[in-house]
Each structure stands twice: as structure tokens, then as C-alpha cells.
T-cell receptor, first 113, second 115 residues
Framework: GQQLNQSPQSMFIQEGEDVSMNCTSS?????WLWYKQDPGEGPVLLIA?????ELTSNGRLTAQFGITRKDSFLNISASIPSDVGIYFC?????????????FGKGTKLSVKP | KAGVTQTPRYLIKTRGQQVTLSCSPI?????VSWYQQTPGQGLQFLFE?????QRNKGNFPGRFSGRQFSNSRSEMNVSTLELGDSALYLC???WGSGGRTDTQYFGPGTRLTVL
């Protein structure tokens, strides 16, 4: 099936540092979404991207839809302890069903105060 | 506006039993998708329901089934439970338009443990 390669798998950073993570695929995607999941909870939508080249911010978070439509990145600036969690990229494959999101394996972020 | 709700939040079952999980979508949303999340496989798509009809299905055995009611609430059923069915089951709702901006919003999940 379709796969998204998300990296890095985990990050351990100091509070105040910037964070960058990305997702790549061999398939073209129509949309790219970034979710954050806290332990025992469902994923919460952070940023949605709908057009190739689109750059969108949500507070300290910035994400971009790659121009090739096969990748996306998420940056977090000036990390704080509440940024801890697992970040997932997800998307809809071009020509696929909108009801079926493909997910990356996640990036586990740990922030040291 | 209330978010996606799932009940129960936690379940413990034994092998061979069956289980039914419930999901209430965001008001006005007509599409409900179900996902299974495990440490090894990550988040995997089970199926999607729209207007009481299954619109899309993932690669899971027939023991996994679902349905949707006229009020858009959805249930999923797993029969003859196996140890490997232990997972967090997530449902997500969206308007269901099928357009690229039709974003999915997730519930908190049901943690199923099979002993």
C-alpha cells in the first residue's frame, strides 16, 4: 500500500530550539496534513495544506506543501515543553479516496526544559 | 461545537469475543472514517462511511465491519477477537464532500485490549 516516509523518528531537543521534520512519498498527494497526538488521545489537526508550494503558519508552526507534491515539512520555532508529543504527517493520494488518509509513522518530540 | 466523541474509551475483551465501538461525528459532518493505531503498524485506514453507505475500505479481514446510522453516528464491530486486534481505534469525521479541503477531525479513540 501507499507509504509516507517520515523523519526523524524521534527528536530530543532543548527548550527554545527550532525543530524540523519532513515527510516524503513516491506518490503524488492532493493534500498534506500535520497532526499532533498526545498519549491516550486522538490526533489533533495542526496545519492543512491543499496546493503545491503552499506555505502555511499556525503560531510557531510552519508547514509547506512540496512543489513536487511528494513531500512536506513542518517547522516548530522556539520549542516549549508543551510541544512534546508525536507529530504525524498525513495526506490524500492523488486519485485516491478522500476518506482514506495515509499516515507517516510519526516523529516523537521530547523537549528538555 | 462539540468534537468527535467515541465510546467507550477503554475496553478489555478476551480472544474469541466480539466488540462494538461507537463514534459520534461533529454536528453536520456526514463522513466517518475508522483507523486502527498500533505501535508496529502505525495508523491504518479501516473504512469510511458516508450517508449510511461504506464508501471506501482498507485492507483488513472481514471480521472488521461497520455501519452508519441516519444521524451519521457510526459503529464498528470486530468479531472473533485476536490478540493482534489490541489497538487504539480512532474515528474521524468530515463533511464528506470528497473535495481536497474536506479535512478529517479525530476523536479521542477507544483503547481495546484483547487478553
Amino acid at each position: 500500500g501507499q507509504q509516507l516516509n517520515q523523519s526523524p523518528q524521534s527528536m530530543f531537543i532543548q527548550e527554545g530550539e527550532d525543530v524540523s521534520m519532513n515527510c516524503t512519498s513516491s506518490s503524488i498527494f492532493n493534500t498534506w496534513l500535520w497532526y499532533k497526538q498526545d498519549p491516550g488521545e486522538g490526533p489533533v489537526l495542526l496545519i492543512a495544506l491543499y496546493k503545491a508550494g503552499e506555505l502555511t503558519s499556525n503560531g510557531r508552526l510552519t508547514a509547506q506543501f512540496g512543489i513536487t507534491r511528494k513531500d512536506s515539512f513542518l517547522n516548530i520555532s522556539a520549542s516549549i515543553p508543551s510541544d512534546v508529543g508525536i507529530y504525524f504527517c498525513a495526506g490524500h493520494v492523488y486519485g485516491g479516496s478522500q476518506g482514506n488518509l495515509i499516515f507517516g509513522k510519526g516523529t516523537k518530540l521530547s523537549v528538555k526544559p | 461545537k462539540a468534537g468527535v466523541t467515541q465510546t467507550p474509551r477503554y475496553l478489555i475483551k478476551t480472544r474469541g469475543q466480539q466488540v462494538t465501538l461507537s463514534c459520534s461525528p461533529i454536528s453536520g459532518h456526514r463522513s466517518v472514517s475508522w483507523y486502527q493505531q498500533t505501535p508496529g503498524q502505525g495508523l491504518q485506514f479501516l473504512f469510511e462511511y458516508f450517508s449510511e453507505t461504506q464508501r471506501n475500505k482498507g485492507n483488513f479481514p472481514g471480521r472488521f465491519s461497520g455501519r452508519q446510522f441516519s444521524n451519521s453516528r457510526s459503529e464498528m464491530n470486530v468479531s472473533t477477537l485476536e490478540l493482534g486486534d489490541s489497538a487504539l481505534y480512532l474515528c474521524a469525521s468530515s463533511w464528506g464532500s470528497g473535495g481536497r479541503t474536506d479535512t478529517q477531525y479525530f476523536g479521542p479513540g477507544t483503547r481495546l485490549t484483547v487478553l
